[in-house]
Each structure stands twice: as structure tokens, then as C-alpha cells.
T-cell receptor, first 110, second 114 residues
Framework: GQQVMQIPQYQHVQEGEDFTTYCNSS?????IQWYKQRPGGHPVFLIQ?????EVKKQKRLTFQFGEAKKNSSLHITATQTTDVGTYFC??????????FGRGTQLTVWP | DAGVIQSPRHEVTEMGQEVTLRCKPI?????LFWYRQTMMRGLELLIY????????DSGMPEDRFSAKMPNASFSTLKIQPSEPRDSAVYFC????????????FGEGSWLTVV
């Protein structure tokens, strides 16, 4: 079945360092969504990418969707302690399902 | 606007007991999802509904789990009988346009089966 693989599972950085998480699908996706879950919280939508090769920015966050629509990445520049949490990618299929990756748990040391 | 509302927020129950989790989706959303989150398995889709009709229940672990959506503003996820391995956070979420649009999660129901 369709799977969305996400790496790394954990990432520890010092405040000010950059962070990247990667997402790969075995099949072509209709769209990719990114969510953030704070410790003890629930996933919260960050962004959706739909077009092949699309790049979107939200302040220090940069999201990319691969040309083949099978991979995506989230890059955070100069991390802050407020960036702590687990970042999930979720790939959409044409059948209406959203397949979540396992997430990357980001820890930021002050 | 109110988000997705789940109850109870926390439940501790004994093995063998019936557990019912409740969800009120965002008004106007026609898709409703039930997810389960554990450390071991991550975020798993259990079942989703479109216009109150179950579309895909392939993620429901076994017959002990059942979900209903009697109307557009209410859904339940029932576990009977519950087992310790069912301990997890259960999220309800809703959206319009299914996977083509943002999914809004509730705050979750934290279930512990002892």
C-alpha cells in the first residue's frame, strides 16, 4: 500500500542552527501537507503544496515539493526554542486519503 | 469559530470495559477522520467518513472497534471490549474536500486501559 516515509525520526539542534526534515512517497502524490504537533498537543496545519516543484516560505520555514511529486522537505533556518515539536508530512492520494509520515521530533537547545 | 470538539479528553478504564469516544466536527465540514497516535505506530488513520458515510475503514484494527456518524455534527468511536494495547491518543479531525484540503484536528482523547 501507499506509504510516506519521513526522516530523520529525531533531530536535536542548538538554537540558531538550521533543521531539515525529508518526506518520500512510493507513489505520486496529489498534494503534500505539513503539520506541527507541540508536545502534548494536536497536529496543526502549516501548509499545503500542490504543484510539481513548488516552493513556499513562511518566515523561517521553507517547504518544497519535488518535481515528480513524490518527495518533499521542510527547512527551518536559524531554529528557535519555539520551533520545538514534531513535524509531520502528509501525502494526499486521489482517493481522498491522507497518508502521514512518522514525523520528525525536533528538540532545540537554548 | 469552534474547532473540532472531542470528549472525553482523558479516560482511564479497566480492561474489558466499553469505551466510547465522541467527536463534533467543524460545522460545514463534510469529511470526518478518526486517527490513533502511539509512540510505536505513529499517527494511524482508523476510518473516515464523507457526508456521514464510512468510506474507508481499512485502518480499524479489529472487530472490537466500531465507528458511527449518525449525523453531520456527531461521530463516535467505540471499543468493546477494551484492551491495554488500545491505550493511545485518539484524534478526531474534519475537513472539506478530504485530502485536498486542510485537516483540522481536535485536541484528542487520551485513553489508558489498565
Amino acid at each position: 500500500g501507499q506509504q510516506v516515509m519521513q526522516i530523520p525520526q529525531y533531530q536535536h539542534v542548538q538554537e540558531g542552527e538550521d533543521f531539515t526534515t525529508y518526506c518520500n512517497s512510493s507513489t505520486t502524490l496529489s498534494n503534500i501537507q505539513w503539520y506541527k504537533q507541540r508536545p502534548g498537543g494536536h497536529p496543526v496545519f502549516l501548509i499545503q503544496l500542490v504543484k510539481s516543484g513548488e516552493v513556499k516560505k513562511q518566515k523561517r520555514l521553507t517547504f518544497q515539493f519535488g518535481e515528480a511529486k513524490k518527495n518533499s522537505s521542510l527547512h527551518i533556518t536559524a531554529t528557535q526554542t519555539t520551533d520545538v515539536g514534531t513535524y509531520f508530512c502528509a501525502g494526499g492520494s486521489t482517493l481522498g486519503r491522507l497518508y502521514f509520515g512518522r514525523g520528525t521530533q525536533l528538540t532545540v537547545w537554548p | 469559530d469552534a474547532g473540532v470538539i472531542q470528549s472525553p479528553r482523558h479516560e482511564v478504564t479497566e480492561m474489558g470495559q466499553e469505551v466510547t469516544l465522541r467527536c463534533k466536527p467543524i460545522s460545514g465540514h463534510d469529511y470526518l477522520f478518526w486517527y490513533r497516535q502511539t509512540m510505536m505506530r505513529g499517527l494511524e488513520l482508523l476510518i473516515y467518513f464523507n457526508n456521514n458515510v464510512p468510506i474507508d475503514d481499512s485502518g480499524m484494527p479489529e472487530d472490537r472497534f466500531s465507528a458511527k456518524m449518525p449525523n453531520a455534527s456527531f461521530s463516535t468511536l467505540k471499543i468493546q471490549p477494551s484492551e491495554p494495547r488500545d491505550s493511545a491518543v485518539y484524534f478526531c479531525a474534519s475537513s472539506t474536500l478530504g485530502a485536498e484540503n486542510t485537516i483540522y484536528f481536535g485536541e484528542g482523547s487520551w485513553l489508558t486501559v489498565v
